[in-house]
């Protein structure tokens, strides 16, 4: 996955500010993070879209959730990727899982179990959508190996 640079975060901070996108401030077990709400729109062919752009050594970034993400889980979404790539790290082999398994402990049961489920679609879906477009979606084989790890974690998750 692609570590960017702070022209690049500054960049999409512009753009989102631009059209009128409000940052939420959100605060988890000790974590203070902000993140946009999006549109669908962006990415329609991929629901429950997250988009993230961070640079690994500045820990500079901006985060986006789809509002196809139902809001109750909205927040652990964004997380995941917060702790993915500012408290792991880009070269930390397994990252994707284990920011994963960090979020899954901070649920309850009933919305573990739809925020398993919707990630679930996420993941599958969008290695469907890179296998395809693959300029696109960027993950390369390490990005992908990622995400077949996470879906192993949340599958062994399901009730």
């Known amino acids: 996955m692609i570590n960017f640079t702070d022209a690049d975060v500054d960049n999409l901070?512009?753009?989102?500010?631009?059209?009128?996108?409000?940052?939420?401030?959100?605060?988890i077990e000790r974590r203070n993070f902000r993140y946009y709400a999006l549109p669908p729109e962006?990415?329609?062919?991929?629901?429950?879209?997250?988009?993230?752009?961070t640079n690994n050594s500045s820990k500079r970034y901006v985060i986006g959730v789809s509002t196809d993400v139902p809001p109750i889980i909205r927040d652990y979404f964004a997380?995941?990727?917060?702790?993915?790539?500012?408290?792991?790290?880009?070269d930390i082999e397994g990252r994707v899982a284990k920011?994963?398994?960090?979020?899954?402990?901070l649920l309850e049961p009933p919305l573990k179990s739809i925020y398993v489920q919707r990630k679930l679609?996420?993941?599958?879906?969008?290695?469907?959508?890179?296998?395809?477009?693959?300029?696109?979606?960027?993950?390369?084989?390490?990005g992908r190996r990622e995400f077949l790890?996470?879906?192993?974690?949340?599958?062994?998750?399901?009730d």
Do not use: M, S, W
């Open 13 to 27: 901070e512009t753009l989102f500010k631009n059209r009128g996108y409000q940052p939420k401030e959100t605060h």
């Open 42 to 53: 962006i990415n329609p062919e991929l629901p429950d879209f997250i988009l993230r752009i």
């Open 79 to 90: 997380l995941a990727e917060y702790i993915e790539f500012l408290e792991l790290g880009l």
């Open 99 to 105: 920011a994963e398994e960090i979020v899954l402990g």
């Open 121 to 142: 679609r996420l993941f599958r879906k969008e290695l469907e959508l890179d296998q395809l477009n693959p300029q696109k979606y960027c993950l390369e084989d390490e």
């Open 149 to 158: 790890r996470a879906i192993d974690c949340l599958e062994n998750k399901l």
